[in-house]
């Protein structure tokens, strides 16, 4: 079992405007999926990208838009979101205050390419 505080994972900036953090992981013993906290700044998106697995979002804060082959969709706190494989996609920050959210993929060892 792990507990731990997420601010205890350090942040990785890969793009301008968004923190990433894999606050569960391979490391932490858990064979199959991968547990990420997302903080991006207002008028910061994600890249657009797909990838060959599906994973699930939950909006923890903030308000944006998921954009998608379904065009912008309005996401805000408590906005659950399913992306299947190959799915283009990305997330935009369009409130006032960090969208944050929890993202789960599979880990590293169950799919050929991480997102």
């Given at each position: ?30 064979p199959n999926f991968t547990m ?14 797909s990838h060959p697995f599906e ?61």
């Open positions: 079992m792990k507990i731990s505080n997420y601010h205890d994972t350090e942040p990785i900036r890969d793009v301008e405007g968004v923190l990433k953090r894999d606050i569960i992981g391979t490391d932490d013993g858990a990420r906290f997302f903080e991006v700044d207002t008028g910061s998106s994600t890249p657009s990208h994973h699930e979002i939950f909006i923890l804060n903030g308000k944006g838009v998921v954009v998608g082959a379904q065009g912008s969709i309005p996401i805000g706190k408590g906005s659950v979101i399913f992306i299947a494989p190959d799915e283009p996609h990305c997330i935009v920050n369009t409130g006032n205050e960090h969208l944050e959210f929890i993202c789960v993929i599979p880990s590293p060892n169950e799919c050929s390419t991480e997102q």
